[in-house]
């Protein structure tokens, strides 16, 4: 069984910067990808940022410049750095790991629970 606890969301000024944070626990013998998701109300959850692990990312293109993702592996732990964020950020944050259990095993596709994330003044 493998959780991703996602934290770090809340309230923040237009312009303003958030950091929000994936850890993952569980039986892991690699995390192949690492990625954040969006979902704003009324909208398709969207792509926000993925980082794979030859450490190349793609970003949506709302948010290149602005957001970057990272990851530590010693911690099985992902980042969102969010600056100059804007009212259209608003949404709630999903955190995604493709994790392998052990060597030779199938990789499967984890959620977080998600954290909302409000940008206004």
């Known amino acids: 069984q493998v959780q991703l606890v996602e934290s770090g969301g809340g309230l923040v000024q237009p312009g303003g910067s958030l950091r929000l944070s994936c850890a993952v626990s569980g039986r892991i013998f690699r995390i192949e990808v690492m990625a954040w998701y969006r979902q704003a109300p009324g909208k398709q959850r969207e792509l926000v940022a993925l980082l794979r692990g030859d450490d190349n990312t793609n970003y949506a293109d709302s948010v290149k410049g602005r957001f970057a993702i990272s990851r530590d592996n010693a911690k099985n732990t992902a980042y969102l750095q969010m600056n100059s964020l804007k009212p259209e950020d608003t949404a709630v944050y999903y955190c995604?790991?493709?994790?392998?259990?052990?060597?030779?095993?199938?990789?499967?596709?984890?959620w977080g629970q998600g954290t909302q994330v409000t940008v206004s003044s």
């Open positions: 995604n790991a493709v994790v392998q259990a052990h060597s030779g095993d199938p990789r499967f596709g984890y």
